[in-house]
């Protein structure tokens, strides 16, 4: 346990004991985000990014730990255990290098190696191997015998040769430098499957595709292992991609030569042992490296990915609120009608319809009166409309219903539908609404992301959601284990109304099981609302535990105890009493106070139990209890006149509001039903290396449109307003060199060794062109399912 503290400790730059104090919460059931706000003391202030390393970390370490035990108990059981490999299994810190030193005393199926060895072939292998001026056909000779299956002078030569490969093979130093080389020099490489040219087109990119191993951006890799996975492109690793000309056989193999101290003198035994080195490279080692590396590749990827995706849930779920106001979700459709559903301030539904304004039944005027009817009938302050099919027709239908009657005071905002259609079929919707129609369901989502997107969005499966990156691709188990974390974090950041919060938003809360949120709300249904935190004591199944890590989550406003609104934990409502006594007043002359507060000194009012981390935290809750840590609403305003794709007009400006960050830049919705990419070389007039550090989901962006591909559906912006561009720069015009629109090129980040790509329409220099991606094909389909 030592030893998985001090290197926790290190990669976190945190001191022992608060990596220790950490595990200690963490192993008595202490959550995350209960840690990082209520107990800085202990952990000497560790926050939740630190503290969700560390429980990632502390977890790996011991199956690491664990496997290790495993791995040492069985190489002694063959009494094989010496010091040294003791010494070499406790510093191994990767599961990679713990299997790698554990490979040669594996068990293993029966190998042609070990039917040599059985034939009494080994000193054969071992005798040329160690003297070189040996003839090795004479040699073997010695070793020919029919009862032993050795029929002839090659047979022999053959089983010495695979008993020295396997020997090799299973060489952890040697295994070491290899992998180091390889992920130094190598480059992954990609081909096109010959006849699969007209089936792959969504991944022309990538047929003729190489780029070093060490540098492949992670969208870049899924992209290739999606190829791979259905059958249209074909990998490999290229271990010598800057070997000189005049040099025979890999760069691997000199290393292997050098590893075991060979030099070519011209002796009787060397052909031999470069035969030997060269099928250990080739037949091997390649195989097993480049698996290995192909994993490693792959998992970083899914890592960056995963990362890429919980970056954009955070910022889709902390989005601003409109706030607790009735609203109008409009859930838009041609065929089937728009579907509409109106709820009250908390979210309650209040009716709905459906309307019939477009095509087949035209029915617009009727709609527009259904809908001016219901809004003066239930006071209705906000639409949210749905941003899928027929969005713009709806937008203006409600346009025109806002510009006729305007003492109606009305604001319209169009929203992401994204995962509406999942709620509305799951089991949290039907237990909500159990007899309303699918349809309608998704209207109210709708009306209530807009309200408040945390509270909604909880009950949506995160995947769902629509802001990831390749998230099909990953390992779901840690894509949801991270996207979990998110969404915990989150919650509780914000904190929830104790009387108002749906099962799926309380399961969300620090502390609380589903079975636990469950009966919260029925204790609410059964016994009214709570009035205080202590009232939660009485739930079934929430005992002092689970109480002590829900408690300051869980707001109730106007109850009992003001405090109870506020993120204090009950646990600590004794300091307040203790500030109350001092400066001779009550807690709701206190609250808000900050001519007051600002003259308390922290120091004046900790002791053994509460430090001055808890003290400072409680005077700022003071000061602005309950507060939101959510930014202010705020809405784009979509061009007039520009509904779809075929409107778009190189050179124009609009505003738009970003959908999805990835690693090669930002997609932003004006809303003409298709996103566009604004790659990360036009995303800033200085050199950037990450979009988040300019834009994030949600955000309000003004950009230029430079490219424009109809038959694609593809769309190219630039935030770099002041760039000319080619005004011509669109499918259609073949003449157009689009690799750079701007006058000023883009930042040039094109990793060494990637060969040319075969479609350079859209430009820019990162991966082949600022449009010219799978994922940008993939995901722009994806974002309208």
Known sequence: ??????????????????????????????????????????????????????????????????????????????????PELSLAISQALTKTDLEEIYLPYKPKRRTKGQIAIEAGLESLADALFNDFSLVPETLAAEYVSADKGVADVKAALEGARFILMERFAVDAKLLKKVRQYLSENATIDAKVIKGQEKAAQKFSDYFEFSEAVKSIPSHRALAIFRGRNEGFLSLNLNADPEKPEEQTGSIVEVMIAQHFGIEWQGRPAEDFIKQVISWAWKVKL????????FSEIREKAEAGAISVFATN??????????????????????????KIAIVDATGKLLNHATIFPHPPQNAWDKSKKTLINM?????????????????????????????????????????????????SASEVAANEFPDLDVSIRGAVSIA???????????KIEPKSIGVGQYQHDVNQSDLSKSLTSVIEDCVNAVGVDLNTASV????????????????????????????????????????PKAFEQCAGFLKIRDGKNPLDASSVHPEAYPVVKNILAAND??????????????????EDYTDEKFGLPTVKDIITELEKPGRDPRPEFKTATFKEGVDT??????????????????????????????????????MSDTFIDDPRKVVKAGDIVKVKVIEVDVERKRIAFTMRLNDEVDLHANKADKSANGRNQANRKPQNNKPRGQKPTGNKSFGGSQGGGMMNSAFADAFAKAKKK
Do not use: W
């Not at 209530?448 to 909880?458: G, I, K, M, S, T």
């Not at 738009?656 to 790659?679: C, E, I, P």
């Open 645 to 682: 794709i075929n409107d778009l007009k190189v050179g124009m400006t609009l505003e738009g509001v970003v959908s999805n960050v990835t690693n090669f830049g930002a997609f932003v919705d004006v809303g003409v039903h298709q996103d566009g990419l604004v790659h990360i070389s036009a």
């Open 448 to 458: 209530r992301r807009l309200q408040d997107p945390l509270a909604e969005l909880v």
């Open 375 to 423: 809004i003066r009938q239930y006071k209705v302050e906000l639409i949210s409309i749905g941003n899928g099919t027929a969005s713009r027709e709806t937008d203006k239908l409600v346009a025109e219903l806002m510009k006729a009657e305007p003492e109606l005071k009305l604001n319209k905002i169009m929203v992401s539908e994204a995962g509406a259609s999942v709620y």
């Open 1 to 82: 346990m030592t030893d998985i503290v001090n290197i926790i400790a290190a990669e976190l730059n945190a001191k022992d004991s608060q990596v220790t104090a950490a595990v200690k919460l963490l192993d008595e059931g202490a959550t995350v985000p209960f840690i990082a706000r209520y107990r800085k003391e202990i952990t000497g202030g560790l926050d939740d990014t630190q503290l969700r390393n560390l429980e990632s970390r502390l977890n790996y370490l011991r199956e690491l730990g664990e496997r290790r035990a495993v791995i040492v108990k069985n190489i002694d059981e063959q009494g094989k255990l010496t």
């Open 504 to 543: 799926p938003l309380l399961t969300r809360v620090s502390g609380l099981t589903k079975v636990m949120a469950q009966n919260v709300v029925e204790y609410r249904e059964q016994q009214g609302r709570f009035e205080s935190r202590t009232e939660l004591k009485k739930v079934a199944r929430l005992g």
């Open 313 to 338: 849930l955070k910022d889709l779920i902390m989005a601003a609120p409109a706030g607790a106001k009735v609203t109008m979700g409009l859930d838009p459709g041609i065929r089937t009608g728009v």
């Open 286 to 293: 390649l195989t097993h490296m480049e698996t290995e590396i």
């Open 585 to 602: 007043c009550d807690v709701t002359s206190l609250i808000g106070n900050t001519e007051t507060l600002a003259k308390l000194k922290a």
